[in-house]
C-alpha cells in the first residue's frame, strides 16, 4: 500500500501529537502487513476523500480529540464514532443533497444539515458499538497461551440488543425533532451498526434487523442504517 495515497488519513494523522505511541494512525507499517487492514484503510480514506475539504476539517477537527485516547476496554470507539459521521454526509450526497455540512454548536444539536431545492434535511450519526461480552471474548481468545472459548451463533436479535437499538434511535430522535435553528423537512437518524460475533455469523440477523428498523420509521424521522465490519 502507498501510504502517501492516504491524504486524509495523513492529515489527521500529522494534525494530532504524531509522536505519541498511541495515536491511532501511527500504526502504518503495521496495516502494511495484512491484506485486510490496508483494504479497510483503503476504504476509510475513499469515504473521506468524499468530503469538500470544509467538511473535512470540520470533521477531523471533531475527531482530533479522540486520536490518541485509547480506553482500556473499548479502545477507540470514541474515534470512530466520529469518523463514522462521514458515512451519513455521504449518505446525503447520495440522495440528491448539496450544501451538506456538519452543525458546529455549544447546544445539543445532530450532526450535519444539507439542502435539495428549498428543501432543509438534519441527520444524526449514531454508532451502536459491540457489547461488553464481546469485546471480552475477543480479546480473550487473541491472547498468547490463552484457551481458545467457542461462542453459540445466536440467530435472533436478544433483548439487549433491541433495547438498546431502541434507546439510540430515541436519543437521536430527540436530538433531530429538538434541533430548532433550521425549519428542516427530512431528519434522519443513520445507525452505524457493529454486530456482535455471534450474531454477525447468523445472516438472518441482517433480516431481522432490517424488519426491526422498518417499524421505526414514522411521520417524524426516517431511521437508516449499514452494518460495519472489524476496525484494523
Known amino acids: 500500500m502507498d501510504i502517501s495515497k492516504l491524504k486524509r488519513i495523513l492529515d489527521l494523522y500529522r494534525s494530532g501529537d504524531a509522536t505519541n505511541p ?9 496495516m502494511n502487513e495484512s491484506s485486510l487492514a ?26 482530533l480529540p479522540y486520536l490518541s485516547k485509547r480506553d482500556p476496554h473499548r479502545a477507540y470507539s470514541k ?11 455521504i449518505y446525503l450526497q447520495d440522495n440528491g443533497y448539496s450544501d451538506i455540512a456538519f452543525i458546529e454548536s455549544n447546544k ?17 450519526v449514531k454508532t451502536i458499538n459491540c457489547s461488553d461480552d464481546d469485546i471480552t471474548h475477543l480479546r480473550n481468545n487473541s491472547t498468547p497461551g490463552a484457551e481458545r472459548v467457542a461462542r453459540s451463533v445466536i440467530y ?29 423537512g427530512p431528519r434522519v437518524c443513520f445507525l452505524v ?16 434487523l432490517k424488519e ?7 411521520s417524524t424521522i426516517e431511521v437508516v442504517h449499514v452494518l460495519e465490519g472489524p476496525i484494523y
Open 22 to 30: 498511541v495515536n491511532y494512525f501511527g500504526r502504518f507499517e503495521k
Open 38 to 63: 490496508r483494504e479497510w484503510a483503503e476504504g476509510l480514506e475513499k469515504e473521506l476523500g468524499r468530503l469538500t475539504p470544509d467538511a473535512w476539517i470540520a470533521l477531523k477537527n471533531k475527531a
Open 79 to 89: 474515534l470512530f464514532e466520529h469518523l463514522n459521521e462521514a458515512k451519513g454526509y
Open 108 to 124: 445539543r444539536a445532530p450532526d450535519l444539515v444539507a439542502r435539495k431545492g428549498s428543501e432543509a434535511a438534519l441527520l444524526e
Open 156 to 184: 435472533g436479535l436478544p433483548v439487549a440488543f433491541k433495547g438498546k437499538l431502541a434507546a439510540t434511535i430515541a436519543d437521536a430522535k430527540d436530538q433531530l425533532l429538538n434541533y430548532d435553528s433550521v425549519s428542516a
Open 193 to 208: 451498526i457493529k454486530f456482535d460475533t455471534n450474531l454477525a455469523l447468523a445472516s438472518p440477523n441482517r433480516h431481522y
Open 212 to 218: 426491526l428498523l422498518s417499524n421505526s420509521n414514522d
